[in-house]
């Protein structure tokens, strides 16, 4: 029983030693080798040493490759090589070999060997004896990337196509390896059935439409087959615009003759463009753009044109730079215009006003002429006019004592002798009514200076007005019937006084309408005018150096410089006094008190002024007196806070 187990056994371990040495292969070349990626697509592996081991001959061997693992490689030749008998203890007269390629390859290390097969029947491989070893490199996807190229320019909007110029455009084509492109136009095939083929066979791939396409959207579908014979399943597209055609350009305003000399001029193009125009044809760059456009609508206010045909050169230019020109004539038949006068400038006062017409042109008959108030708008009076020459008009309009001040506004209406009518005043539409008296002026004084004449001083500040009356007499009664002068100033020097007369004042301020305020309160002051200039020869006798005129007259206009500085600083004080409780910032700044001491300075000028006697001074110290008081007076008008304004 022993014996019958252990002879199948001996048997068995026989066989296998029989099978793993009855072939013998010395080498599998190449033994190592890097594919695909940016190595070789390709590779033949030969064997070498094929010998059989046996004292028996080997029947009808066959030698088959086979690669261990998953790598994507593909056999060319035929896997299985028919290698024949081979003798006893022989090398076999024929070297088994096999081409494979990257088909799709799968990256990775991997194992080539041979397994053996015979009719005898037994079976040997080379596997542990004679192996290559094959590094499979990853390849990338195939990529595509299609482009238009044109003649012109190539206009590309992120949302629509692009838009070409060029009816038999070039079709780019860059791949990422070495490839063979096919295309179709406007409809999607399989590889072999596409319309054209791309020149190039490499990375690079162009087609030029020989054909015009039609104008509108194309879409252009590709496919691309690699060295490893993959074939793209699904197409790659691009879609163009083709546009050949000149903008098309349209002017929708005006469509007919105007009645005013400036207009809206409008146009729209039928495409995306750019336009521009001109009175003058000249090329598209020195034309002028209109001021609003949104690509297919364009306008902008033409002004001063001109009686008549005025022509216009239009260009436009749509995103390829197809242009297209027009020209237009717009015909100007204006209406017939006024300028409105009257003989005296407003702001006008109650009374009686002569009111003037003057039209552009000649009028069929008088025309007519109304006025209103901007505060009454149901009142409304007409101006009854007479033709007075060839082409004016002249009527009266009487103004009352109204009690606000007022604006008015003239309405005219006139027909030429073509019958075209027209309203509008080109100037002089409106006037200004203003019947109200100025404001009293509270403040005022008058004194008598070294030369005996006699100073008007005021402060008015209430409102705008144009000048001041002032009225004199002897008499204490002064009123409007004793005008005297008038004066730009809010002060006025009188030179025209006696020694020893006391003259009286009031002054009244008169508004730009003409309309003369209340009269101030009475002023009065005792001339003490020598009655001849020989006061200053008498000077002259006793003294060598007496003051010149000019000197003494320096002094008086510094006393006076003086006077109004005390008037500034006590407003200043006020001013600052009122914002004082609200804005700290005055004391912090110390404000109020610099304009004491200035005030306090400038005081004692005067006084030490006034205390001497100009008359008994030499020419030369007087001026010396004078500078240093004029260098203080100009230090403090400097440096002296006058008003306070706070910003945030």
Same mark, same amino acid.
């Given at each position: 029983?022993?014996?019958?187990?252990?002879?199948?056994?001996?048997?068995?371990?026989?066989?296998?030693?029989?099978?793993?040495?009855?072939?013998?292969?010395?080498?599998?070349?190449?033994?190592?080798?890097?594919?695909?990626?940016?190595?070789?697509?390709?590779?033949?592996?030969?064997?070498?040493?094929?010998?059989?081991?046996?004292?028996?001959?080997?029947?009808?061997?066959?030698?088959?490759?086979?690669?261990?693992?998953?790598?994507?490689?593909?056999?060319?030749?035929?896997?299985?090589? *028919?290698?024949?008998?081979?003798? @006893? &203890?022989?090398?076999?007269?024929?070297?088994?070999?096999?081409?494979?390629?990257?088909?799709?390859?799968?990256?990775?290390?991997?194992?080539?060997?041979?397994? /053996?097969?015979?009719?005898?029947?037994?079976?040997?491989?080379?596997?542990?004896?004679?192996?290559?070893? !094959?590094?499979?490199?990853?390849?990338?996807?195939?990529? $595509?990337?299609?482009?238009? !190229?044109?003649?012109?320019?190539?206009?590309?909007?992120?949302?629509?196509?692009?838009?070409?110029?060029?009816?038999?455009?070039?079709?780019?084509?860059?791949?990422?390896?070495?490839?063979?492109?096919?295309?179709?136009?406007?409809?999607?095939?399989?590889?072999?059935?596409?319309?054209?083929?791309?020149?190039?066979?490499?990375?690079?791939?162009?087609?030029?439409?020989?054909? @015009?396409?039609?104008?509108?959207?194309?879409?252009? /579908?590709?496919?691309?087959?690699?060295?490893?014979?993959?074939?793209?399943?699904?197409?790659?597209?691009?879609? =163009?615009?083709?546009?050949?055609?000149?903008?098309?350009?349209?002017?929708?305003?005006?469509?007919?003759?105007?009645?005013?000399? =400036?207009?809206? =001029?409008?146009?729209?193009?039928?495409?995306?463009?750019?336009?521009?125009?001109?009175?003058?044809?000249?090329?598209?760059?020195?034309?002028?753009?209109?001021?609003?456009?949104?690509?297919?609508?364009?306008?902008?206010?033409?002004?001063?044109?001109?009686?008549?045909?005025?022509?216009?050169?239009?260009?436009?230019?749509?995103?390829?730079?197809?242009?297209?020109?027009?020209?237009?004539?717009?015909?100007?038949?204006?209406?017939?215009?006024?300028?409105?006068?009257?003989?005296?400038?407003?702001?006008?006062?109650?009374?009686?006003?002569?009111?003037? $017409?003057?039209?552009?042109?000649?009028?069929?008959?008088?025309?007519?002429?109304?006025?209103?108030?901007?505060?009454?708008?149901?009142?409304?009076?007409?101006?009854?006019?007479?033709?007075?020459?060839?082409?004016?008009?002249?009527?009266?309009?009487?103004?009352?004592?109204?009690?606000?001040?007022?604006?008015?506004?003239?309405?005219?209406?006139?027909?030429?002798?073509?019958?075209?009518?027209?309203?509008?005043?080109?100037?002089?539409?409106?006037?200004?009514?203003?019947?109200?008296?100025?404001?009293?002026?509270?403040?005022?004084?008058?004194?008598?200076?070294?030369?005996?004449?006699?100073?008007?001083?005021?402060?008015?500040?209430?409102?705008?007005?144009?000048?001041?009356?002032?009225?004199?007499?002897?008499?204490?009664?002064?009123?409007?019937?004793?005008?005297?002068?008038?004066?730009?100033?809010?002060?006025?020097?009188?030179?025209?006084?006696?020694?020893?007369?006391?003259?009286?004042?009031?002054?009244?301020?008169?508004?730009?309408?003409?309309?003369?305020?209340?009269?101030?309160?009475?002023?009065?002051?005792?001339?003490?005018?020598?009655?001849?200039?020989?006061?200053?020869?008498?000077?002259?006798?006793?003294?060598?150096?007496?003051?010149? =005129?000019?000197?003494?007259?320096?002094?008086?206009?510094? &006393?006076?410089?003086?006077?109004?500085? &005390?008037?500034?600083?006590?407003?200043?004080?006020? *001013? !600052?006094?009122?914002?004082?409780?609200?804005?700290?910032?005055?004391?912090?700044?110390?404000?109020?008190?610099?304009?004491?001491?200035?005030?306090?300075?400038?005081?004692?000028?005067?006084?030490?002024? *006034?205390?001497?006697?100009?008359?008994?001074?030499?020419?030369?110290?007087?001026?010396?007196?004078?500078?240093?008081?004029?260098?203080?007076?100009?230090?403090?008008?400097?440096?002296? @806070?006058?008003?306070?304004?706070?910003?945030?």
């Amino acid at each position: 029983m022993k014996s019958k187990t252990l002879t199948p056994i001996i048997v068995m371990l026989f066989m296998i030693s029989f099978v793993s040495a009855n072939i013998q292969t010395v080498s599998l070349s190449p033994s190592s080798v890097d594919l695909c990626g940016d190595y070789s697509n390709y590779v033949t592996l030969s064997a070498t040493g094929v010998t059989n081991q046996l004292n028996t001959t080997l029947t009808d061997v066959k030698a088959k490759l086979m690669i261990i693992g998953n790598s994507g490689l593909a056999h060319i030749t035929n896997q299985e090589v *028919n290698i024949g008998n081979i003798a @006893p &203890l022989s090398a076999s007269t024929i070297t088994p070999s096999w081409t494979i390629q990257c088909s799709n390859p799968n990256g990775g290390v991997y194992s080539a060997y041979i397994d /053996y097969s015979t009719t005898n029947p037994l079976t040997a491989t080379s596997l542990g004896q004679a192996e290559s070893t !094959i590094i499979v490199h990853q390849v990338e996807p195939l990529e $595509v990337n299609v482009s238009v !190229i044109e003649g012109q320019s190539t206009v590309v909007d992120d949302e629509l196509p692009p838009v070409i110029s060029d009816n038999t455009p070039t079709i780019d084509v860059d791949t990422n390896r070495d490839s063979i492109c096919k295309g179709s136009l406007d409809h999607d095939e399989a590889f072999d059935d596409m319309d054209f083929i791309f020149f190039g066979t490499q990375k690079i791939h162009e087609y030029t439409f020989t054909s @015009p396409l039609s104008e509108g959207l194309h879409e252009v /579908y590709v496919k691309c087959k690699d060295s490893f014979d993959f074939t793209m399943q699904i197409s790659t597209t691009i879609m =163009f615009i083709v546009d050949t055609s000149n903008p098309e350009i349209e002017v929708v305003n005006p469509k007919s003759s105007i009645t005013q000399d =400036f207009v809206d =001029f409008r146009i729209k193009t039928n495409e995306k463009s750019t336009c521009k125009y001109s009175d003058d044809d000249e090329s598209f760059g020195n034309m002028i753009s209109f001021e609003e456009n949104n690509e297919t609508y364009f306008s902008s206010t033409l002004t001063n044109l001109e009686v008549g045909d005025n022509k216009y050169y239009i260009k436009c230019r749509d995103i390829v730079g197809n242009e297209h020109s027009l020209d237009y004539t717009i015909e100007v038949e204006l209406p017939p215009t006024a300028i409105i006068s009257v003989d005296v400038e407003p702001p006008l006062k109650a009374g009686t006003y002569e009111v003037t $017409v003057l039209p552009s042109k000649n009028l069929r008959s008088i025309p007519t002429l109304s006025y209103s108030f901007t505060d009454s708008p149901t009142f409304s009076r007409y101006v009854s006019l007479e033709k007075s020459g060839s082409n004016l008009y002249v009527g009266y309009m009487i103004l009352e004592d109204y009690e606000n001040d007022k604006i008015g506004v003239f309405s005219y209406s006139g027909v030429d002798i073509n019958g075209i009518k027209g309203n509008e005043i080109t100037d002089g539409a409106t006037f200004l009514i203003d019947t109200s008296k100025p404001i009293e002026i509270t403040s005022i004084e008058a004194t008598s200076d070294v030369l005996g004449d006699i100073t008007l001083r005021w402060f008015y500040d209430l409102e705008d007005v144009k000048e001041f009356n002032i009225y004199r007499s002897v008499s204490s009664n002064t009123d409007y019937i004793h005008y005297y002068t008038k004066t730009f100033d809010d002060i006025y020097i009188d030179d025209d006084v006696e020694n020893g007369i006391t003259y009286y004042y009031r002054v009244a301020p008169v508004d730009f309408a003409g309309n003369i305020g209340s009269l101030s309160r009475t002023v009065s002051a005792l001339s003490t005018k020598k009655s001849s200039p020989n006061f200053i020869v008498e000077e002259t006798e006793q003294n060598m150096d007496p003051p010149k =005129f000019s000197t003494l007259k320096r002094y008086n206009d510094t &006393l006076k410089i003086i006077e109004r500085l &005390l008037i500034d600083l006590d407003w200043a004080e006020s *001013n !600052i006094k009122e914002k004082r409780t609200s804005e700290k910032i005055i004391d912090d700044l110390n404000l109020l008190k610099q304009i004491q001491d200035s005030t306090d300075d400038i005081s004692k000028l005067k006084n030490q002024l *006034n205390a001497i006697n100009p008359n008994d001074e030499t020419d030369k110290g007087l001026i010396s007196t004078l500078g240093k008081a004029e260098t203080i007076i100009s230090t403090i008008e400097k440096t002296t @806070p006058q008003k306070l304004d706070v910003t945030t």
